[in-house]
């Protein structure tokens, strides 16, 4: 039956030029679609760019805070700072507002509207602008914390000195030391004793030696006598002592 069949009814077997053919402008077209879709998000941003840059003008000159500029990429993003961006969402017309922190990141604001995320951004820009101020005060105090404690060091030195010259001493060579006024002894007797405690130190120190060395040996001399001797015959012969 299927013998009898005209030539134009029988099935044509698939092409594979004709599927990949095909297959490349489905690319062709998706990828123009992608690069529309991508260039409208770019002219979006640029927008709302402009839409801040009067707020930024009004910062302080020569503030390097904020550098904004659009990052060229798979999704867009329009960057106020080193840690917050503006990109849009799946619908490509939302703005959203986003700040990297040491806690992760965080959405300060999301809306269609133009208006909304420039004041959202104006705000952030106020309050970078007093946690610089509040920074560099505290730097400034903790600079200045230092200088006045090595002041203040300085002038109970001077108060020392002052008071050791009206007393007629002079402070001692090693700095360890008190001077001989502030013990309540004179100075040769003091030496007397400190040579004396050496000297007790010292034999002190040899004494002790000499016991724990005594110790040591008369222990050796007793385990020699329980088991050594006994040890030593059975294994070598007759002992040495």
């Known amino acids: 039956m299927d013998e009898r069949k005209s030539d134009h009814l029988k099935p044509v077997p698939?092409?594979?030029r004709s599927a990949i053919r095909r297959a490349r402008v489905e690319s062709a077209e998706q990828s123009e679609a992608v690069a529309d879709l991508r260039e409208a998000e770019v002219v979006r941003l640029e927008l709302l760019l402009e839409a801040i840059r009067p707020v930024l003008d009004q910062a302080?000159?020569?503030?390097e805070l904020f550098d904004p500029g659009i990052a060229h990429g798979e999704r867009?993003?329009?960057?106020?700072?080193?840690?917050?961006f503006v990109d849009l969402g799946h619908d490509r017309r939302t703005y959203r507002f986003f700040q990297d922190t040491?806690?992760?990141?965080?959405?300060?604001?999301?809306?269609?509207?133009?208006?909304?995320?420039?004041?959202?951004?104006?705000?952030?820009?106020?309050?970078?602008?007093?946690?610089?101020?509040?920074?560099?005060?505290?730097?400034w105090r903790s600079r200045?914390?230092?200088?006045?404690?090595?002041?203040?060091?300085?002038?109970?030195?001077?108060s020392a000195g002052a008071a050791r010259a009206r007393d007629g001493s002079r402070p001692p060579a090693d700095g360890s030391a008190r001077p001989a006024a502030a013990?309540?002894?004179?100075?040769?007797?003091?030496?007397?004793l400190v040579v004396a405690g050496d000297l007790f130190s010292f034999?002190?120190?040899?004494?002790?030696?000499?016991?724990?060395?005594?110790?040591?040996?008369?222990?050796?001399?007793?385990?020699?006598?329980?088991?050594?001797?006994?040890?030593?015959?059975?294994?070598?012969?007759?002992?040495?002592?």
Not at 76 to 84: C, E, N, V
């Open 14 to 16: 698939p092409s594979l």
């Open 60 to 63: 302080p000159e020569g503030l």
């Open 76 to 84: 867009p993003r329009l960057f106020l700072d080193m840690i917050s």
């Open 102 to 139: 040491r806690h992760g990141r965080v959405l300060i604001a999301e809306s269609p509207l133009i208006e909304r995320i420039v004041a959202a951004m104006t705000n952030y820009i106020a309050r970078r602008l007093v946690e610089r101020e509040q920074a560099l005060a505290s730097d």
């Open 144 to 158: 200045e914390a230092p200088s006045n404690g090595a002041k203040a060091s300085a002038r109970v030195l001077q």
């Open 183 to 192: 013990t309540g002894l004179p100075l040769k007797r003091r030496g007397w």
């Open 203 to 241: 034999l002190l120190l040899t004494l002790g030696s000499v016991t724990f060395i005594a110790l040591v040996c008369f222990g050796a001399y007793a385990a020699w006598n329980a088991w050594g001797r006994a040890l030593w015959t059975a294994r070598f012969g007759p002992p040495p002592i």
